[in-house]
């Protein structure tokens, strides 16, 4: 029953609407005709037409009811009907707050503001929806206020002034300065030179051929394959679409979106790992795409056609890949993973391996245990010895037999996971206790300051 | 040959007896559970004789390799508690040796089930923001693995990294 004294705002009106349009069009369209036609309805269309109706009303009141403000540096969001809810959330605690624009917002100029809160790991709150600028000055607003209430509470932790990770974060106007877009061009051919093209031409020769001698209807046969195909890579195309990665005091700012718009802050402190992934058939051209992985984020990679949110570049030349890549890695002290050198198993591995022992490499350098695997997609996972979470050393019985055995770095889940396969059991035996030790002392160098040295 | 898995220290921690004593009692208890079917199956189906007869010493000689593997996989289970880590070793044919640092864990459980109760012994779950960790100490009489919770938690507080 507290009713705020601070002045609150309320969401945008068009909300009901936006929410229910799809049952909004669908009853307009079903009872339309009927309508105009003699005005008589129907008990159908009634039934509809009264849902409408207390929908509008209920999303009336619902819009009445939530009402968000910032107070003594918390996000306070009111909320409920029938029974009422009241939320706060820390504004310290935010991790990073997106900002989508499904189809239908965007469509009236709205946009959905989701706090990513630490600790919860799931998104906990949501504002939606917003009129898109106003979703962008209260992002600005909680982001900046946030950075200056750490700024306070390091300061009065005062053990060491450096909040080393993020460069002096400035409270006041967010600057954003663009270092990579996507041009459409490149997208699309590189959509068209994926792996998923690879499988789409090998099962469209496989059924077509099998249809063509089975019976006559070989041209059919590809065209569900041929549908899937394309709307996995349409969904992709639209996702990607406009692809823009910008640097702000934050973190990176990531901007994307056909139809749906998408804005995605990369905290640099939550950056687990990263997979430079590079498919046969972009290698001709040099390009390669890269994924991150975040602390309490977690999506897995562009796996089963769904672009993912864990994509921080889907295509790009490799140089601009590995650039943002050490970006990321600036807790590392923004090393190049290119530099870490990679060896491969040792010979005796082509017996349990025969195939992939010629496309495994692992090593760990200076500030980052590197793996890398794949023979169509090569995959360079990267994780910096700071994040290292635990270490597992594996070995079967037909390993056994030659002396070899895993290396496994264990990550938080997300598409990062670094790997040394086959490798010599006690090569591999030392690199767990010494992977320990540098990972033991990269946790340590990160708390007072940037851990530079490795 | 086994310095590949060897303690990092001196010698691993041994888990409780106990465990190979439950594991070969589930041996035996899924042992005469199929030999119960395979009576059922004998007299609703009538089988051959012959057939029975091999059908009841596959099931013999599977109880009597699992019998010897599951006392060899629960002698196997070793841990090490270090100053800021933990490391577990366990496995007879795939082995596996973790590292933990007490730093990166998230949380601490111990578990025990029924038939665990009975012979009153507990498992020690460590989570780490990983999901891959596969930290587990099963087989710790209940006191040790109290004590051993005890310290990992406060360990863990003490060393605790943040993500």
Redesign the interface.
């Known amino acids: 029953m507290s009713e705020p004294e601070r002045p609150f705002r309320r969401l945008s009106p068009l909300t009901p609407l936006v929410r229910g349009f799809i049952l909004v069009v669908a009853v307009l369209a079903s009872t339309w005709d009927d309508v105009l036609g003699g005005g008589n309805i129907g008990p159908l269309g009634w039934l509809l037409l009264t849902m409408l109706l207390g929908g509008a009303v209920y999303g009336f009141a619902s819009w009445l009811r939530t009402k968000y403000w910032i107070e003594s540096d918390e996000l306070r969001v009111d909320t409920g009907v029938v029974s009422r809810q009241s939320r706060r959330i820390r504004v310290d605690r935010l991790q990073g707050i997106d900002i989508s624009q499904p189809f239908v917002a965007r469509l009236f100029g709205l946009a959905e503001l989701k706090m990513d809160v630490a600790g919860g790991g799931s998104r906990e709150g949501s504002l939606a929806f917003l009129p898109l600028r106003e979703a962008e000055e209260l992002r600005a607003a909680l982001l900046s206020r946030r950075d200056a209430v750490r700024a306070v509470e390091a300061a009065v932790e005062a053990a060491e002034p450096g909040d080393g990770a993020s460069p002096a974060a400035p409270p006041a106007p967010v600057p954003e300065r663009i270092i990579a877009t996507l041009d459409p061009r490149t997208l699309i051919v590189s959509l068209l030179l994926s792996p998923e093209s690879f499988a789409f031409v090998f099962a469209a020769l496989f059924f077509g051929t099998l249809f063509a001698v089975v019976g006559n209807l070989g041209g059919v046969a590809v065209v569900p394959v041929l549908i899937g195909f394309a709307l996995a890579q349409l969904r992709r195309l639209s996702a990607y679409y406009g692809f823009t990665v910008s640097e702000t005091p934050n973190g990176l700012y990531v901007r994307r979106g056909l139809f749906e718009k998408d804005a995605q802050t990369i905290t640099l402190a939550r950056v687990q790992g990263v997979v430079v992934s590079e498919p046969l058939l972009w290698r001709g051209f040099g390009w390669a795409k890269l994924d991150v992985a975040l602390a309490g984020y977690a999506r897995s990679a562009d796996s089963d056609g769904r672009p993912s949110a864990s994509t921080v570049m889907p295509v790009a030349p490799r140089p601009l890949v590995i650039g943002l890549a050490r970006r990321l890695l600036a807790e590392a002290g923004s090393p190049d993973p290119d530099v870490v050198a990679l060896t491969p198993p040792p010979l005796r591995a082509r017996w349990v391996a025969p195939v992939r022992r010629h496309f495994l490499f692992s090593g760990a350098g200076d500030g980052l245990v590197v793996s890398r695997e794949g023979m169509v997609t090569r995959r360079t996972h990267v994780v910096p010895h700071a994040r290292v979470q635990s270490l597992q050393l594996r070995q079967g019985p037909w390993q056994r037999r030659f002396g070899l055995a895993d290396l496994q770095v264990d990550s938080p889940p997300g598409p990062v996971r670094v790997r040394a396969r086959h490798r010599d059991a006690r090569e591999a035996r030392a690199l767990l206790q010494r992977e320990n030790d540098v990972a033991r002392r990269a946790r340590a160098a990160r708390s007072p300051g940037p851990g530079l040295t490795g | 040959m086994d ?3 060897a303690p ?1 220290d001196d010698a691993w921690q041994r888990v409780s007896p106990a465990l190979a004593r439950m594991r070969h009692v589930l041996v035996v208890l899924v042992a005469v559970l199929a030999l119960v079917v395979l009576v059922v199956l004998a007299l609703v189906l009538a089988l051959p004789l012959g057939v029975w007869l091999s059908l009841v010493v596959v099931v013999g000689a599977l109880a009597v390799l699992a019998w010897v593997q599951a006392g060899r996989n629960a002698r196997r289970w070793g841990y090490a508690e270090r100053d ?2 933990l490391y577990i070793r366990h496995g007879v ?9 007490y ?2 864990m998230q949380y601490v459980d111990v578990h025990a089930g029924p038939l665990e109760q009975l012979f009153r012994i507990a498992s020690v779950h460590l989570h ?8 587990r100490i099963p087989g710790l009489p209940a006191s040790e693995a109290a004590r051993l919770r005890d310290r990992l938690t406060s360990l863990g507080e003490a060393q605790a ?1 943040g ?1």
């Open positions: 310095d590949l898995f990092p800021e880590d044919m795939f082995r596996t040796l973790v590292v933990v640092p730093g990166r780490t923001a990983s999901p891959g960790t596969s930290a990294a993500l």
